[in-house]
């Protein structure tokens, strides 16, 4: 059965912790959704991890679109969220509610997510009213990273850490069904984990959350920029795609590959014909 809103509340109130990866491509998707995540967040680290921009901020609908079509397609098990890039939710309720329904009816994800800060609660009203399951995002915001002046822990002080508490409470009073707690102290994120009905989901908020969220590319080792303090590097997929194309090409300037066996045959009289009619090389 595929997870939906009320599988992964049921989850949270059962103490089962939440499994969430990051996903961008059919091919990742589909292994994340066979290995029995529980779901995928098309992250606008897309922009990043994927098109090699140096932050989120050039992630536009198009191209999430286009990633959460793939993705969704791959999963018949996994809750697929959409994240919403950034200028797709600043100007308005209505210019919000459009580019939500984008996801729903062009790429058939199961919920979005956006950055949602106090300014957003009206809009987060809005889509969760349309009958779309939205995911709130509070702590660390990469698209703020303008006047944030870099990707910085949020909450270690009195203000920022009240900032994360009450924007927390304010998303599931506007009706989010989970949210995701990025670079935020691991108490912090503890404490109000256990302040809300809603799941949390840690992408670097600790173990105290209800889930687990982080960025496939890093638990591959295939995003060699830069690696989180938080995230954990469970494969060195990057070497081992180096040393297979290497391989692939000494094969293939040495005549190693192809083999026979990666080769179509054809009758003798059939090519005995064509030297006949246009000649022996
Ligand atoms: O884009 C993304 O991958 C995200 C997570 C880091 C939460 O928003």
Redesign the pocket.
């Known amino acids: 059965m595929k997870h939906n809103v009320k599988t992964i509340q049921n989850m949270r109130d059962n103490q089962e912790i939440i499994t969430m990866l990051?996903a961008y491509d059919y091919p990742t998707a589909k292994k994340v959704n066979d290995a029995g995540i529980d779901m995928i967040?098309v992250?606008?680290?897309?922009a990043m991890v994927v098109h090699g921009h140096p932050n989120?901020l050039t992630a536009t609908m198009d191209m999430m679109v286009l990633h959460c079509g793939s993705v969704a397609r791959a999963c018949d098990r996994t809750m697929v969220i959409a994240?919403m890039p950034f200028g797709s939710f600043q100007y308005g309720v209505e210019e919000t509610m459009r580019n939500a329904a984008r996801f729903v009816t062009e790429a058939a994800v199961d919920g979005v997510?956006f950055?949602a800060t106090h300014n957003h609660i009206e809009k987060t009203k809005a889509v969760v009213e349309m009958g779309i399951a939205v995911v709130g995002?509070v702590g660390l915001h990469?698209q703020a990273i303008g006047a944030l002046g870099g990707l910085k822990v949020q909450g270690k002080d009195v203000a920022t850490a009240r900032k994360v508490v009450s924007e927390s409470l304010a998303l599931q009073e506007a009706g989010v069904f989970a949210i995701?707690f990025?670079a935020v102290p691991a108490k912090l994120a503890a404490y109000v984990t256990q302040k809300l009905r809603v799941p949390t989901i840690s992408?670097g908020g600790g173990p105290g959350c209800s889930g687990q969220?982080l960025?496939t590319p890093d638990v591959l080792g295939l995003f060699d920029r830069f690696t989180p303090s938080f995230a954990k590097k469970y494969q060195d997929m990057g070497t081992l795609m180096l040393n297979t194309f290497k391989q692939y090409a000494e094969e293939v300037r040495t005549g190693v590959f192809p083999g026979e066996e990666h080769s179509y045959k054809m009758s003798d009289e059939v090519l005995e014909t064509i030297e006949q009619e246009f000649g022996k090389i």
């Open positions: 990051t967040l992250g606008d680290s897309c989120t994240d997510k950055e995002h990469p995701i990025e992408i969220l960025v």
